[in-house]
């Protein structure tokens, strides 16, 4: 139990094209989402804490209205990185807290997204 | 702010036991102890977690120290599957502060034939 479904796996795109990061709990609620991103070789920094039917919380130094995150659902956030370039090039994950005692102690990560901004 | 220090790099033969250290000698009294992996190109996957207690489950053994600021993860049979950067991760008790969820540098484990 306890998935959590990230897509696309990959996406390339134009630089100023925007791209759009479905995070999905399959099994179960997730009232809470976060959202990191991974350059190579580098550790997981989080971006953003996403909850259900509120604005996001963004980090010390991440661009709200370059990244959008929506969370309308209790099993899906998105993430869009607008008007993309080169430098937004990166391994982003989202990851989910969900309900209950014993799940909610454990954060469960989707598989990741590879970006790449031409 | 990741709290703990971890060796950057480790081997191990495969079918050997895999002992990774961590640091987290700043550690508060309601503060959890949580390991995590991250396979190449993946997102991390979940290990275990503690308190005090060592703990053990079907992937590993947690063992923490009686002061609380170290402790070990031990995988017992070591495979080439288990090569990966390995997380510890402190954080404040309860259903919430995930937050504060931070990944540190990490231990890369390198099993070896």
């Known amino acids: 139990g306890a998935v959590v479904s990230q897509h696309p796996s990959w996406v390339i795109c134009k630089s100023g094209t925007s791209v759009k990061i479905e995070c999905r709990s399959l099994?179960?609620?997730?009232?809470?989402m976060f959202w990191y991103r991974q350059f190579p070789k580098q550790s997981l920094m989080l971006m953003a804490t996403s909850n259900e039917g509120s604005k996001a919380t963004y980090e010390q130094g991440v661009e709200k209205d370059k990244f959008l995150i929506n969370h309308a659902s209790l099993t899906l956030s998105t993430l869009t990185v607008t008007s993309a370039h080169p430098e937004d090039s990166s391994f982003y994950i989202c990851?989910?807290?969900?309900?209950?005692?014993?799940?909610?102690?454990?954060?469960?990560f989707g598989s990741g997204t590879q970006l790449s901004v031409l | 702010d990741a709290k703990t220090t971890q060796p950057t790099s480790m081997d191990c033969a495969e079918g050997r036991a895999a002992n990774l250290p961590c640091n987290h000698s700043?550690?508060?009294?309601?503060?959890?102890v949580y390991w995590y992996r991250q396979i190449h190109s993946q997102g991390p996957q979940y290990i275990i977690h503690g308190l005090k207690n060592n703990e053990t489950n079907e992937m590993a053994s947690l063992i923490i120290t009686e002061d609380r600021k170290s402790s070990t993860l031990i995988l017992p049979h070591a495979t080439l599957r288990d090569t990966a950067v390995y997380y510890c991760i402190v954080r404040p008790g309860g259903l919430y502060n995930f937050n504060k969820f931070y990944f540190g540098s990490g231990t890369k484990l390198n099993v070896k034939p």
């Open positions: 700043t550690i508060s009294g309601n503060e959890y």
């Open positions: 099994d179960f609620q997730a009232t809470t």
């Open positions: 990851s989910a807290r969900g309900t209950g005692n014993v799940v909610g102690e454990k954060l469960f």
